[in-house]
């Protein structure tokens, strides 16, 4: 049961341009998001979130936008540069059972930005 | 500060052996957290422990798996009796006391082979 998803497995996009990566989840109870880079052989890097309170937050080139109502959020990468070319992870912070907390990941969007 | 460090970086074994992972966090985060990423895939929640207390175990980790956090500090994951489904990349995530722990600082991970 998937309950963040990325549908979109890779993008590629023209240095400058914008950069749209879409992640979709199912949980209501999510109370954070988060969006993680990860290049190869290193671990993911927190890059932005947004509480589920807000819907957007910026932070340089980069801006979150979550639409609670259709449970999506998105990030925005303006402008694109050839160094963005990573794996994108979409995240949800969920409270356990035990009342701990975790990440919940989807699968990932490959970025390429090309120069 | 130097960050969350894992070693091994690799490790390949043989099926039916034993293994051990250990996770170095970034010092005084009291929460630490382990996750398994296989191909294609994103991280995967293990278990989680604040300070020395193991507070949460998902139900991938099966009863081979066995996790420590001896005094609070650093971190080991033991696997037992490997099997080929094992083969992932593990990876340790701390966060710091007094703040959401959604923000999760992650290691450059172990990748494991069990051939």
């Known amino acids: 049961d998937q309950q963040v998803k990325q549908n979109s497995p890779s993008l590629s996009v023209q240095e400058g341009r914008i950069s749209i990566l879409n992640c979709d989840y199912t949980?209501?109870?999510?109370?954070?998001f988060l969006w993680y880079k990860k290049y190869p052989a290193e671990g993911p890097t927190f890059l932005i979130s947004?509480?589920?309170?807000?819907d957007k937050n910026e932070d340089g080139r980069f801006t979150v936008f979550l639409n609670k109502s259709a449970k999506h959020l998105s990030l925005h990468i303006v402008p694109s540069q050839p160094g963005d070319s990573a794996v994108y992870f979409c995240?949800?912070?969920?409270?356990?059972?035990?009342?701990?907390?975790?990440?919940?990941f989807g699968k990932g969007t490959k970025l390429t930005v090309n120069p | 500060d130097t960050g969350v460090s894992q070693n091994p970086r690799h490790k390949i074994t043989k099926r039916g052996q034993n293994v051990t992972f250990r996770c170095d966090p970034i010092?005084?985060?009291?929460?630490l957290y382990w996750y398994r990423q296989t191909l294609g895939q994103g991280p995967e929640f293990l278990t989680y422990?604040?300070?020395?207390?193991?507070?949460?175990k998902s139900r991938l980790l099966s009863d081979r798996f066995s996790a420590e956090r001896p005094k609070g500090s650093f971190s080991t994951l033991e696997i037992q009796r490997t099997e080929q489904g094992d083969s992932a990349m593990y990876l340790c995530?701390?966060?710091?006391?007094?703040?959401?722990?959604?923000?999760?600082?992650f290691g450059p991970g172990t990748r494991l082979t069990v051939t």
């Open positions: 010092s005084e985060h009291n929460r």
């Open positions: 949980n209501s109870m999510f109370d954070y």
């Open positions: 422990f604040q300070n020395e207390a193991q507070l949460e």
């Open positions: 995240a949800a912070r969920a409270i356990t059972q035990g009342g701990s907390e975790k990440l919940v």
């Open positions: 995530a701390s966060s710091p006391f007094g703040r959401a722990a959604y923000e999760q600082y």
């Open positions: 947004i509480s589920s309170i807000k």
